[in-house]
Antibody
């Protein structure tokens, strides 16, 4: 069974840092682009970042550039999101999602999400 | 990276058809055939329903269909069922990024 399991969310003060993890199983992780998508409370989905198979290409939402960093460890089948200089507006559920191979421009598998709250 | 525009809500009775629009620009929806649609129930992760504008992943009922004209993509749900009541989001590739729609709440009357 294909699975994505996020962790690392929690309560953090403005200006703080948090590292999210996404452990995957059931598919060849190293063969897929991966992404992070967030959803603020009561709001819509927002793409945050994505990364190609070997980590050489990565793209970010303008509002997180320079603050968020996406990495992956193909040996551990894991994706990460390092979030620095956190702001109240970063409060959201963060989802890890897989881009397909045949379905290459859409996110075909999603994790259950991990909640991040930025507040003093 | 401005969100694509969707109607806030749509509704229909069981058995009817509804269409949800998704309007972007020539830099996203209009520029590429990479529009996808996601269904989301409260408190749950999104589920892919349509990709590459018109294609359905395995397991998605053929009651769900997609189309595009110019800068506007559409999701049509025919033979509406009670279990279709959910939030729906479009998403488009935009060169070095992806942009989601504002989301539409579908109510089955």
């Amino acid at each position: 069974e294909v699975q994505l399991v996020e962790s690392g969310g929690g309560l953090v003060q403005p200006g703080g840092s948090l590292r999210l993890s996404c452990v995957t199983s059931g598919f060849s992780f190293s063969g897929h682009w991966m992404s992070w998508v967030r959803q603020a409370p009561g709001k819509g989905l927002e793409w945050v970042a994505n990364m190609n198979q070997d980590g050489s290409d990565k793209y970010f939402l303008d509002s997180v550039k320079g603050r968020f960093f996406i990495t992956r460890d193909n040996a551990k089948n894991s994706l990460y999101l390092q979030m620095n200089s956190l702001r109240a507006e970063d409060t959201a559920v963060y989802y890890c999602a897989r881009f397909g191979v045949v379905i290459s421009a859409a996110m075909d598998v999603w994790g259950q999400g991990t909640a991040v709250t930025v507040s003093s | 990276q401005s969100a694509l525009t969707q109607p806030r809500s749509v509704s229909g009775s069981p058995g009817q058809s509804v269409t949800i629009s998704c309007t972007g620009t020539s830099s996203d929806v209009g520029g590429y055939n990479y529009v996808s649609w996601y269904q989301q129930f409260p408190g749950k992760a999104p589920k892919l329903m349509i990709y590459d504008v018109i294609k359905r992943p395995s397991g998605v009922p053929d009651r769900f269909s997609g189309s595009k004209s110019g800068n506007t993509a559409s999701l049509t749900i025919s033979g509406l069922q009670a279990q279709d009541e959910a939030d729906y989001y479009c998403c488009s590739y935009a060169v070095t990024s992806y942009v989601f729609g504002t989301g539409t709440k579908l109510t089955v009357l």
